[in-house]
């Protein structure tokens, strides 16, 4: 056997192996919950029929297809709390993306102004709250934000309040801990951009009359627009689905998706209802993924 063929084989499975994963790990769990989405509630175990019966054969598998129905997702339609789920999820999403963004960017372009020796310990900085989990954080906010929490302790104290402020269970609180969490994601992948820029191209437009502001404008923000697009991406597709964040910190008058699913799974036991919700926000978040493709692709050709 040559030696071509021999590297031929792994560069093959290299090749497909993305495929194997989206096959295995998204379309073949997504057709299952696509299934019970169009299936019916039953007091059964599990908790919806049909349910397919490989062992009763060709008969008994068309007789369970022709008993899936679009009811669920009707029923989405009509009903006004999926309906102000998704509407409150997609707002918050967008508002905590743009707020990420411009704290973000500053950070992620200070970050990358540094010398080089500093960089590094910049970036540790920004990944340090990583190693403390997700939800002790989140904890850690509750007692910050609570009626006698240290935000309130040290607003009193500068005597900017004359008495303690509700933070807790308002859309604030909500804000902040999103915010606090999702920060790393928005500059992560502003840094990478605006670091590897050429620094060339700001002097060439400095020696063409441009201004520092100017040449912030018309040369560096249009070259970090990947990462402005990837660190949107990366923050608004899991804001969406947030459940942990707007379920502890924010107010129970509106809920978003998330807590929305966790209800109809856990309290309501309507798994394909909940099914419903899940695809319905999967085709909502596939869109941003396929404009950006789209506009990564325009900039390739344009190249």
């Given at each position: 056997m040559?030696?071509?063929?021999?590297?031929?084989?792994?560069?093959?499975?290299?090749?497909?192996?993305?495929?194997l994963w989206?096959?295995?790990?998204?379309l073949v769990?997504?057709?299952?919950?696509?299934k019970?989405a169009?299936?019916?509630t039953a007091?059964?175990?599990?908790p919806?029929?049909?349910?397919?019966?490989?062992m009763?054969g060709?008969?008994?598998i068309?007789?369970a297809?022709e008993?899936?129905?679009?009811?669920?997702f009707?029923?989405l339609?009509?009903d006004?709390?999926y309906?102000l789920?998704?509407?409150?999820?997609?707002?918050?999403?967008?508002?905590?993306?743009?707020?990420?963004?411009?704290?973000?960017?500053?950070?992620?372009y200070g970050?990358?102004?540094l010398p080089?020796?500093?960089q590094?310990?910049?970036?540790?900085l920004?990944i340090?709250p990583?190693w403390t989990?997700?939800?002790?954080?989140i904890?850690?906010?509750?007692?910050?934000?609570?009626?006698?929490g240290?935000?309130?302790?040290v607003?009193l104290?500068?005597?900017?309040v004359?008495a303690?402020?509700v933070?807790?269970s308002t859309d604030s609180a909500m804000?902040?801990g999103?915010?606090?969490?999702?920060?790393p994601?928005m500059?992560l992948?502003?840094?990478?951009?605006?670091?590897?820029?050429?620094?060339s191209l700001l002097?060439a437009?400095a020696?063409?009359?441009?201004?520092?502001r100017?040449?912030f404008?018309?040369?560096t923000?249009?070259?970090?627009?990947?990462?402005?697009g990837a660190g949107?991406?990366?923050c608004?597709?899991?804001?969406v689905?947030e459940?942990v964040?707007?379920?502890?910190?924010?107010?129970?008058?509106?809920?978003?998706?998330?807590?929305?699913?966790?209800l109809e799974f856990?309290t309501n036991k309507d798994?394909?209802?909940?099914s419903?919700?899940?695809?319905?926000?999967?085709?909502?978040l596939?869109?941003?993924?396929?404009?950006?493709e789209?506009?990564q692709?325009r900039?390739?050709?344009?190249?």
């Amino acid at each position: 056997m040559s030696a071509r063929r021999i590297f031929a084989r792994p560069a093959r499975f290299a090749a497909i192996a993305p495929y194997l994963w989206m096959v295995l790990f998204f379309l073949v769990p997504f057709g299952f919950v696509l299934k019970i989405a169009l299936s019916q509630t039953a007091i059964a175990q599990p908790p919806y029929v049909p349910v397919f019966d490989f062992m009763g054969g060709r008969e008994a598998i068309t007789a369970a297809l022709e008993q899936l129905s679009f009811d669920n997702f009707k029923l989405l339609v009509s009903d006004d709390l999926y309906i102000l789920s998704y509407l409150r999820s997609l707002t918050v999403a967008l508002v905590s993306t743009a707020i990420l963004l411009l704290i973000g960017y500053p950070i992620a372009y200070g970050m990358a102004r540094l010398p080089q020796r500093w960089q590094p310990v910049a970036m540790m900085l920004v990944i340090v709250p990583f190693w403390t989990s997700f939800l002790i954080r989140i904890y850690a906010w509750i007692n910050i934000l609570q009626h006698d929490g240290l935000l309130n302790t040290v607003l009193l104290k500068l005597h900017l309040v004359s008495a303690p402020l509700v933070w807790l269970s308002t859309d604030s609180a909500m804000y902040i801990g999103i915010v606090y969490s999702y920060l790393p994601f928005m500059i992560l992948p502003l840094y990478a951009t605006l670091a590897k820029m050429d620094v060339s191209l700001l002097e060439a437009a400095a020696d063409l009359g441009a201004s520092p502001r100017q040449a912030f404008w018309q040369v560096t923000v249009p070259l970090s627009l990947p990462g402005v697009g990837a660190g949107a991406l990366l923050c608004f597709i899991p804001i969406v689905g947030e459940f942990v964040i707007p379920d502890l910190l924010a107010g129970s008058d509106a809920m978003m998706i998330g807590q929305t699913l966790w209800l109809e799974f856990f309290t309501n036991k309507d798994w394909p209802v909940a099914s419903a919700v899940a695809v319905v926000l999967l085709v909502l978040l596939v869109a941003p993924l396929l404009l950006y493709e789209r506009l990564q692709h325009r900039q390739l050709e344009a190249r």
